[in-house]
């Protein structure tokens, strides 16, 4: 297949996307990841000029996440809740969008679908936005149609869109400036962040923790102790921290010649400002990964478990697309209970080592590379307009 020309693009010269409205559903399911992509995707398009409702059941994690979303004051996205999707008096006074996204398949509600469908509009481009993925099922369900065979909206169609490493995926959510925004924070940004929160910087090896309540969070307090260089650890608030007063009611001296600071839960301007300056990320889930592939330090990521180990097929597509080295693979496999933490498996902290050295480089070299795919609103707003204008899918590859 050729490149449609409505997705013939580049990274430095997007197309540009006319304004559209765009009703983005979210149910969360657990952990901060859905509303996390889904809020970060309504910012981005706001900021880009679209006027986005966002329709989430569970919408808490907004009030720290972004500062000022429940309260409107994020120009150009409304968040509003699921159920008044489905009142008839909310319904009655919305202009229908242009765009419909539904948040990693969760389902429309049936009175939202059915109101639109009375109403004398043609129906929206809808657009199912899938998890994040490696794997090589990725690239050939990205941009597919799938009709709808019943209900109200019945012969509309939904188009599946994924997220992914490659040029022939929906790319990575990626804000217009971001790396340029984080070359220019510098060492001046790690002083200046730390303090904004009240701690205070002795110049020792920052290492982000970012994980579920399951991570073998004893090995790593133990390797971390052994580190050549004196050590912060910046832990997270939720499971993260749980997890490291486990670990330390079972073995109090793990903390020894440790500093261990508490982070409250920050916005994700702050979140992704700490990746920026920590010297090793400990990531979980979809977004996190993410803004730790854009930070350009070595990491490690916890992946989301899965039914059946699904999720280990997922990790190992990662690794091999990214074609992480020895040490790096090790502790990925290691820290998501692949296999035990060996004593030895070194982590990289400081330059000293060979290994260190290579993981460094590894890190910093995905943002540049992964940075040359257009990102992901781009791809989609061209998408979007495809589907509007040619009445089906432009064709992706
Ligand atoms: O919270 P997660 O584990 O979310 C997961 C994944 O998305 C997974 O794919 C999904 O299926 C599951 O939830 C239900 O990890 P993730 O995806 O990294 O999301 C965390 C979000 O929280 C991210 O947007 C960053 C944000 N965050 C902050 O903004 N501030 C903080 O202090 C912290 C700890 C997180």
């Not at 992914?164 to 060492?187: C, D, K, V």
């Not at 180990?309 to 820290?335: C, I, M, V, Y």
């Amino acid at each position: 297949m050729t490149a449609s020309p409505a997705l013939v693009q580049t990274p430095d010269n997007p197309l540009p996307a006319p304004p559209m409205l765009w009703d983005i559903f979210c149910r969360v399911i657990d952990n901060f990841g859905d509303v996390g992509v889904c809020w970060r995707l309504a910012a981005d398009l706001a900021a880009r000029g679209h006027t986005v409702r966002l329709w989430l059941d569970d919408a808490q994690a907004l009030a720290w996440m972004a500062p000022g979303a429940l309260e409107s004051r994020w120009p150009g996205v409304t968040v509003r809740p699921w159920n008044a999707a489905s009142d008839p008096g909310v319904l009655s006074t919305l202009k229908p969008a242009g765009v419909w996204i539904e948040g990693f398949g969760c389902e429309l509600p049936e009175a939202f679908v059915a109101w639109r469908a009375s109403v004398q509009a043609a129906p929206p481009v809808w657009i199912n936005l899938e998890y994040l993925s490696a794997e090589s099922f990725v690239e050939r369900c990205h941009g597919l149609p799938s009709p709808l065979m019943s209900g109200p909206a019945k012969g509309w169609i939904k188009h599946f869109f994924y997220p992914g490493f490659t040029p022939h995926t929906g790319g990575l959510l990626r804000e217009p400036g971001l790396l340029a925004q984080r070359n220019t924070f510098g060492s001046d940004g790690r002083q200046a962040f730390l303090r904004g929160l009240g701690i205070a910087d002795h110049g020792e090896a920052l290492v982000t923790l970012f994980c579920y309540a399951h991570a073998p969070v004893a090995e790593l307090l133990a390797h971390l102790q052994g580190a050549r260089q004196g050590v912060h650890l910046l832990v997270t608030h939720g499971q993260a921290a749980s997890a490291v007063k486990t670990a330390l009611e079972r073995a109090p001296k793990a903390a020894e010649g440790l500093r261990i600071t508490h982070l409250p839960l920050l916005s994700q301007t702050l979140f992704d400002q700490l990746l920026w300056v920590s010297d090793l990320n400990f990531v979980r889930g979809e977004d996190s990964l993410v803004r730790a592939l854009w930070a350009g330090r070595p990491f490690v990521w916890q992946i989301y478990p899965q039914q059946d180990a699904a999720h280990l097929t997922k990790l190992e597509a990662f690794l091999s697309e990214t074609n992480a080295p020895g040490p790096t693979r090790d502790w990925h496999l290691q820290w998501n209970s692949v296999g035990a933490v060996r004593a030895n498996a070194p982590l990289p902290l400081g330059n000293s080592t060979q290994d260190s050295a290579v993981w460094q480089a590894w890190a910093a070299a995905l943002a540049p590379r992964l940075a040359q795919q257009a990102d992901l609103v781009t791809q989609l707003c061209a998408f979007v307009q495809g589907v509007a204008s040619e009445g089906q899918a432009p064709k992706t590859r």
